[in-house]
């Protein structure tokens, strides 16, 4: 069982930058594929980003693409989401999680991903 604390998030201007870390206690961190989810107010989870478990391959949800990077660093079992040019649509809670079911495809569903932790709220607002 892989047990996540997410740190990072505030309150920050359009245009501004935050880095999200995900520190994840547990020997088996690396075995998982990991994945960023945001959700908004009155909105359900949404896909943000996810990493295999190598670190070698990444993808984004279109809204986010060329703005966000996600990135791990399994030696320190933690997942980093850098998000630049942040936009007020981008204002929810982030979670990370790792991939525990349908391990042979990359998935951005939700239900695929579990283990979540408490979240970090972003808040971008001028």
């Known amino acids: 069982q892989v047990q996540l604390v997410e740190s990072g998030g505030g309150l920050v201007q359009p245009g501004d930058s935050l880095r999200l870390s995900c520190a994840a206690s547990g020997r088996t961190f690396s075995s998982y594929p990991m994945g960023w989810f945001r959700q908004a107010p009155g909105k359900e989870r949404e896909f943000v980003a996810t990493?295999?478990?190598?670190?070698?391959?990444?993808y984004y949800a279109d809204s986010v693409k060329g703005r966000f990077t996600i990135s791990r660093d399994n030696a320190k079992n933690t997942v980093y989401l850098q998000m630049n040019s942040l936009k007020p649509e981008d204002t929810a809670v982030y979670y990370c999680?790792?991939?525990?079911?349908?391990?042979?495809?990359?998935?951005?569903?939700?239900?695929?991903?579990?283990?979540w932790g408490q979240g970090t709220q972003v808040t971008v607002s001028s």
């Open positions: 990493i295999t478990r190598s670190g070698d391959n990444t």
């Open positions: 999680a790792p991939q525990l079911l349908r391990l042979w495809v990359i998935s951005f569903t939700v239900s695929d991903f579990g283990s």
